[in-house]
């Protein structure tokens, strides 16, 4: 199944208009339409044959982890991002730059995952580092982040793709969901469930913080490809 060049450079100018909109709800309502067109032309089944309601083909994309210290958002982030784009995000290695943050799914829903993960990890580890010396309250300032990114990512790309959905693409993306569920068996056979906590000692200035940046974070697709995540040690 293939998408028209023309349609995919409407969807990307529609998601770059939040790029330098100062009014955060204008740049949401382009998303919004941009997640629509996305689904109205088959973007999110875009590796699955219609003839047969196979999925093509199964992928794996790798995110190298920053510093254990915001795996208490960043780890969430990515599974609020998985569930938007119908990934599964598993961490490989240890909980430092060393491993990675690896996304199993079709490779159009990888490329969106990933993409979103990294731009979101950077803008709020930058933010944090900008404006809280601490690492408790960095934590803190990542977590508000995340508290309002949980709800943003899911209105703007599950909600409103789930309104306009069919009974047909309704079963399709189901069948991807499966796919996904029986390729993190296949190469991940003793996963067990991952355990997370943290106790939120930061101060709630940051967390407010945080929470109105996240709010106010602009998430239009884009070239990050040259940012140097790797250096991000703070």
């Given at each position: 199944m293939t998408?028209?060049?023309?349609?995919?450079?409407?969807?990307?100018?529609?998601?770059?208009?939040?790029?330098?909109?100062?009014q955060v709800h204008e740049a949401d309502a382009a998303m919004?339409?941009?997640?629509?067109l996305a689904e109205e032309h088959g973007l999110a089944l875009s590796d699955i044959d219609m003839k047969t309601g196979k999925v093509l083909s199964m992928g794996q994309g790798f995110v190298q982890l920053?510093?254990?210290?915001?795996?208490?958002?960043?780890?969430?982030?990515?599974?609020?991002?998985?569930?938007?784009?119908?990934?599964?995000?598993?961490?490989?290695?240890?909980?430092?730059?060393?491993?990675?943050?690896?996304?199993?799914?079709?490779?159009?829903?990888?490329d969106l995952a990933m993409w979103y993960y990294k731009l979101i990890r950077l803008k709020t580890i930058r933010g944090a580092s900008e404006k809280f010396e601490l690492v408790k309250d960095q934590k803190m300032y990542g977590l508000g982040v995340l508290s309002i990114m949980r709800t943003r990512l899911k209105d703007i790309f599950k909600k409103e793709q789930e309104k306009i959905r069919t009974p047909t693409t309704t079963a399709l993306v189901v069948v991807k969901i499966?796919?996904?569920?029986?390729?993190?068996?296949?190469?991940?056979?003793k996963l067990g469930k991952a355990n997370s906590s943290f106790k939120m000692n930061g101060s709630h200035e940051a967390f407010h913080s945080g929470k109105k940046d996240g709010a106010a974070m602009t998430l239009h697709r884009g070239n990050i490809e040259g940012t140097k995540t790797a250096s991000l040690t703070y």
């Open positions: 998408i028209d060049p023309a349609i995919l450079e409407r969807i990307q100018k529609l998601m770059s208009l939040g790029a330098n909109n100062d919004r339409k941009a997640a629509q920053v510093h254990a210290r915001h795996n208490c958002w960043t780890n969430s982030l990515a599974v609020v991002i998985g569930e938007c784009f119908d990934c599964k995000p598993i961490i490989q290695g240890n909980f430092n730059r060393n491993g990675h943050m690896i996304f199993i799914g079709t490779p159009t829903d990888i499966e796919e996904v569920k029986e390729e993190v068996a296949r190469l991940f056979p």
